[in-house]
């Protein structure tokens, strides 16, 4: 196995695969034997020509950024000698390249279960929603004893409470939001039954509020699969609250998975921990799951505003038309103009761990992250707490922040979140989370939270190894538990006023 890569015959840096010792020589088609001055870490950039003060970094085959002084051939190129060339909001140009998919279609199926409203989902889930930040300590008991009665989870695949810290003295767009997220929540189609939970049911009530936004977002409430609870006018919310789940539980007792075609898949991808080596396995190979789902007209999610920036003309060059380009540039600014409109600073990303795993500016963080979309063209742009209504590649208006943006996916009805890190993270949100590391070092040191170790391809094929984990989603899809399932990890997380990044 080499011990380093160049990822485009443009770059200016090689990005080492394994720690390198000082001395050692990196031996280069296109710039010959590069002796390292330094020792380099896992991840890191080693420069393969020497680099003037002011020239740029090139990576992926474009800037990453600028030399912050002078950098010898052979030199650790990092934070220390490198500086992003980004500034505020940009005027942007249509400029549309072709896009020719050379995917095939596949008959293959997966076993879902068809909701009455047509959607699909890949779990039978039972979903306990507070209303109310209040509320959500009391769900805990309730659970318990419904696990206590049925330890397998009874007729559901998963029992989740969705617990969150917003109520009667959240500030009302905050709310808006909340509310937006959790009606999405009772409506997502791995929600096999629901349970509501609020205070009281006053005309004027937060939870009477949600019984009128889910129905003007899907129409009638099935009261057998949607129930609510309210805990000041029940004597005994405890035990109402179990009669309500044995009920719900009767009524999912006859839902059965049936095969469906993968046009019906609807899939997040997201990163988090990012390391150097996150651009050069986990993100592509997401990339490749993305291109061949939306081959067979299904649909992929990218979020992560902030994590566009720096690559964002490479998504508006894929925009399927200028509608969709307008779209996208609307999605980028307004995200940079929140960020000042909180005097914060648009381009303080990456965060200290992706630092620490070698990834030095913005620019070298999202042209990485963004290699989670594959090459296809982007359809369309959401807004925060959307739904999906178009298939194939989808943008989706949400911050950096981890557990934000996996929630914001599920609430757009992504059935599944591919969650790529090559630093570790224990997080998942509320539809199944599937962790892909980017090396295989935090695979087998946190191997409760990777799914898939992407970190294979140092010694495998892209082609062998893809096909592999296509086959791997389409099994998570019909059943196949994930590590957050098998350890009952969920949760849920909503965006408020106030820069999350």
Sequence with gaps: MNNFIILNDHDTVAVALQDIKKGSVLKTKMHGDVIVLEDITRGHKIALENVAEGEDIIKYGYPIGHATKPIKRGSHVH???????????????????????????????????????????????????????????????????FKALHPDNGNFDNVI????????????????????????????????AVLICGLDCADDSELEKMKQALVAAGGPINTQRIKFLSSADSDDELADGLAMLEELNNAVADDQRTPQPLSELKIGLKCGGSDGLSGVTANPLLGRLSDFVDA?????????????????????????????????????NNFKAYFESFHQPIYENPSPGNKAGGIST??????????????????????YGD???????????????????????????????????????????????????????????????????????????????????IQFIIDVASGKKTNNEKYNVHGIAIFKTGVTE
């Design 79 to 145: 934070v220390h000698n490198v500086a992003t060339n980004l500034s505020g909001e940009l005027q942007y140009h249509y400029n549309p390249i072709e896009i020719e998919s050379k995917v095939k279609k596949d008959k293959r199926t997966f076993m879902g279960y068809k909701r009455p409203n047509g959607k699909v989902g890949i779990r039978n889930d039972l979903y306990i929603i507070p209303v109310v930040g209040s509320v959500s300590e009391t769900l805990d008991p309730l659970v318990e004893q």
């Design 161 to 192: 409470p969705l617990k969150h810290t917003y109520g009667f003295d959240t500030p009302e767009d905050n709310y808006e939001h909340a509310r937006k997220i959790l009606v999405d929540a009772a409506r997502q189609p791995n929600a096999g």
């Design 296 to 332: 067979q007209g299904g649909t992929t999610v990218l979020s992560e505003v902030p994590e566009m920036f720096g690559a964002e003309q490479i998504l508006m060059s894929r925009a399927q038309d200028k509608e969709t380009f307008d779209k996208i540039v609307n999605l980028i």
């Design 362 to 383: 913005l620019e070298d963080k999202s042209l990485g992250c963004t290699q989670k979309s594959g090459s296809s063209a982007v359809n369309d742009v959401l807004q």
């Design 387 to 469: 739904k999906l209504k178009t298939k194939g590649l989808n943008l989706l208006q949400a911050p950096g922040n981890d557990l934000v943006s996996s929630s914001a996916e599920a609430s757009a009805d992504c059935q599944m979140v591919l969650f790529t890190t090559g630093r570790g993270t224990p997080f998942a949100t509320y539809v199944p989370t599937v962790k892909v590391s980017s090396n295989s070092y935090i695979a087998n040191l946190k191997p409760r939270w990777i799914d898939f170790d992407a970190g294979r391809l140092m010694n495998e094929s892209m082609d062998d190894l893809a096909d592999e984990f």
